[in-house]
């Protein structure tokens, strides 16, 4: 089985652009979540998607928002960057059979870098 | 003060010797406590799954969890300097209590010497 895939895996964007990040979970997992990951920080839950609604929103600013599609891939996207929102950006996949706590599949990130 | 607390190191050790890494946290809501392991330019992979305090036991890695302390650790036996990543611990109170997030701590470095 194909694990979760990102794209686009580097990216360099100047302060004020957007950003749209891409995500496709494996195959058959219905729920998928974001994470930033920064040095100072660590992993920090951005938002999760089941069932193309938004379940779960962690303690970040509108310019953040995510979307997710009928075949569960999902999409984040960032307005007016800012220099501090240079990070590595996780998508992680689970099952969602509905048992616990689901484990977590984690892609490979986007390594977002904004000058 | 953050939820989950973990030392960041970093933690260098010869081979062969026992680690054991350690967070804390402050959430008595957790009851789900992961460890996931992170090599440099990669996402991170699940390591070991607990459920409640207790034992757990997988090859040469043992998880460990006291409820009662907030107190979550990880031995790694025998260790190989293909051990040698990032680990991190991660902590949720389960679907029903705050869908599927998980709260990290920021990560132990870890390196295993020749």
């Known amino acids: 089985k194909a694990g979760v895939t990102q794209t686009p895996r580097y990216l360099i964007k100047t302060r004020g652009q957007q950003v749209t990040l891409s995500c496709s979970p494996i195959s058959g997992h219905r729920s998928v979540s974001w994470y930033q990951q920064t040095p100072g920080q660590g992993l920090q839950f951005l938002f999760e998607?089941?069932?193309?609604?938004?379940?779960n929103k962690g303690n970040f600013p509108g310019r953040f928002s995510g979307r997710q599609f009928s075949n569960s891939r999902s999409e984040m996207n960032v307005s007016t960057l800012e220099l501090g929102d240079s990070a590595l950006y996780l998508c992680?996949?689970?099952?969602?059979?509905?048992?616990?706590?689901?484990?977590?599949?984690f892609g490979p990130g986007t390594r977002l870098l904004v000058l | 003060q953050k939820e989950v607390e973990q030392d960041p190191g970093p933690l260098s050790v010869p081979e062969g010797a026992i680690v054991s890494l350690n967070c804390t946290y402050s959430n008595s809501a957790f009851q789900y406590f992961m460890w996931y392991r992170q090599y440099s330019r990669k996402g991170p992979e699940l390591l070991m799954y607990t459920y409640s305090s207790g034992n757990k036991e997988d090859g040469r890695f043992t998880a460990q969890v006291d409820k009662s302390s907030k107190y979550i650790s990880l031995f790694i036996r025998d260790s190989q300097p293909s051990d040698s990543a990032t680990y991190l611990c991660a902590m949720s109170a389960g679907v029903t209590g705050g869908g599927n997030k998980l709260t990290f701590g920021t990560g132990t470095q870890l390196k295993v010497e020749l």
């Open positions: 998607y089941f069932s193309e609604t938004q379940r």
């Open positions: 992680a996949s689970s099952s969602m059979a509905g048992r616990g706590q689901e484990t977590q599949y």
